[in-house]
């Protein structure tokens, strides 16, 4: 059963799971420098002096985009559940999809998006909370839930 996707008036956009994952999909062909957007690479084609061109805006406003994920068993894979942006989409499709190849050194929890476990290793280990019975716990509200689960059931 397809969906309509929550703006009718927006492109659904369906991107393979290879150019979600793809870092500096545009390369200079001089110097080998990748970057992850074509307008990037132009402008950096004009310090080897290489022709290059900007896109120019059309007078016209540009059709909203949503995007889907590609894997079907996903529910952002369904047009009315898409993200609205390509940043989501992939970060989305990385974290609950994709390979978590960093590793904290403190807990060894896995992440999949670099900045997600950058966040998360400035803080490891630095917050605890203790209940009245010795348990540690990293975060309050799972103290709080504990302490409702343990002493009320």
Partial sequence: MVHAPADPDAEVVALSPRTLLATNRFVCEICGK?????????????GHNLPWKLRQRS?????KRVYVCPEKSCVHHNPARALGDLTGIKKHFCRKHGEKKWKCDKCSKRYAVQSDWKAHSKT??????????????????????????????
Avoid: A, V, W
């Fill in 124 to 153: 490891c280990g630095t917050r605890e909370y203790r209940c009245d019975c010795g348990t540690l716990f990293s975060r309050s509200c799972i103290i709080d839930r504990f302490f409702f689960f343990f002493f009320f059931f």
């Fill in 59 to 63: 007078g016209k406003e540009p059709r």
């Fill in 34 to 46: 990748g970057f992850q957007r074509d307008q990037n690479l132009q402008l950096h084609r004009r």
